[in-house]
């Protein structure tokens, strides 16, 4: 495994600790194998609990682009974790029954990018979430301000402040 590779997986790790979650993610690299679009750097693929890097992104990525992509898919991990067990199990950060619904109608019917517009596709509820807490965890552990789409910026400005009042780090 490569120094990029690692780096993936510790900064998932750290998001996932951040979240609670305890290391219940599967990581792997593939090549084109979950990937109908090319041009995805990462997915969260839900049977199964497992984030699939590609690896075209990882070799041309920077280790900052790599770290924020970990803090975003392991975002969804933990949507969807929320929507299968926040009835049963206690969460650190428990979300809205309202958000639930809309996350599962989301997960539900999920379309790739390529499949959907890229507008479609970054208006997704769980896209404005995964989007503002990579934001947020870049801000404050790497002091790295991540781009936020125009067409989305006000969404995920708002939900970064809702990420802030109950996620500390």
Known sequence: MDKKQNTAIAFLRVAEKILGIKNNIKIEFNNNIYFQNNDLSAMFIKEGYNIVFNNLFIEKASLIEIMITGFHEARHAYQ??????????QFKYPELQSTLIEWKKDFDNYMQPGQISKEEYLNRPTEIDAI?????????????KQVIP????EKVNVRIK????TIII
């Open 162 to 165: 809702e990420i802030k009042k």
């Open 80 to 89: 969807y974790m929320q929507i299968e067990f926040g009835n049963k199990h």
């Open 132 to 144: 503002a807490f990579s934001y947020y965890l870049a801000d404050e552990l790497l002091n790295v």
């Open 150 to 153: 125009d067409e989305i910026k």
